[in-house]
């Protein structure tokens, strides 16, 4: 079994701005000539995560507004008035959404449904490029 | 180190409906003859989730109406003006809980609490016949 | 590849209690001298949960504050109903969160951002002591 830790370099917009990785990942995944196993998505950092959705314009403004609403950002949080970052509705949305998540894959290929993506949504208050860690555990 | 790939059926009514998954995934870990390792549940798909519940009426009702206070379906969707699916709200509760779980074992037995359950949750607005992955990483 | 299942137990207040792991996880990490694979951190246990914060005061304190919003304590739980627990609320959250995260690390270090750390939050309604697994699969 091999363990192979690679990255991707995504350029976000910020304000749940949502990147769809999964052709990036699946190229990542023919490169390394695996044909079993479990990929991790992992995100550094406190103000982004990854999750999975149909990614279409229609739902990518349902999903932004859906967290505007649950966590919206014209609200205080401590951390604003301790740290002026002005970006705690960022940390909050992130912590909730998750900064892992785990896709097996088999025959060398994901097993995602047909509308199914691999997502990161950058949650920040500003532009940022954004590291993505991609681990693959397989043979 | 043995990776092995395996899937449940389950039926499901759609609307939050959730199934228990623990004694079906139980039995497929002693059928692998595991001892330790981690098994990631995976569901394929953009309107179903997996996570862990005490898995009671009560809190299987509590979970539904909290989904459905948070990611209301009866406000409008961008998905829907779209697409015409209905069931915006269903990929927007996908998304939050997330597709993936993963729970190590150890001395054959799965590392949960006593009162913790492995679920699968279906989002979707009709019932569907769902593929869950069961990926086993372990000797 | 080693296998190793190790863990903390960690003594929490409950009420959306969290605490920072990631010093005692990088510790652990250190001691089982692994450089590369993936960890995973789970929670047995059905009323608490583990995400990545910046663990700062003011972020700790917004947390809490979503969560008691997001699904409120002060409100009728079916739970609580049928077996007078007084904790609906916290299940509910600790579903919505999950009790598992995964963790690359690589050169023996744990792929963390430099102002992201890892949480246990405890959202039971009294104080416990929690059992936490550290999986780790690695070289």
Redesign the interface.
């Known amino acids: ?1 091999k ?1 192979i ?1 690679d990255s991707l370099t995504i350029s976000t917009e910020g304000f749940n701005d949502m990147k769809d990785l999964t052709p990036l990942v699946a190229e990542k995944l023919i490169s390394h000539r695996l044909q ?3 990929l ?1 998505i ?1 995100v ?3 103000t982004a995560g990854v ?4 990614y ?4 990518v ?3 932004s507004r ?1 967290m505007e609403k ?2 919206p950002s014209n609200v205080p ?7 002026g970052d002005g970006n ?1 509705f960022s ?2 949305r ?11 894959f ?1 025959g060398g290929r994901l ?3 047909m ?3 691999i997502v990161l949504v950058d949650f920040d208050n500003g532009p940022r490029d954004r590291a993505v ?1 991609l ?1 693959f ?3």
Chains 1, 2, 3 share one sequence.
Do not use: C, K
């Open positions: 079994m363990i830790n079993d196993g479990l991790t992992f550094p950092g406190s999750t999975t959705i149909e279409e314009p229609g739902l403004e349902d999903f859906f649950v966590a949080y401590n951390h604003d008035r301790r740290w705690g940390h909050v992130a912590s909730l959404l998750g900064p892992s998540l785990s896709v097996p088999s097993s995602l449904g509308w199914q993506q860690i681990h555990l397989g043979e």
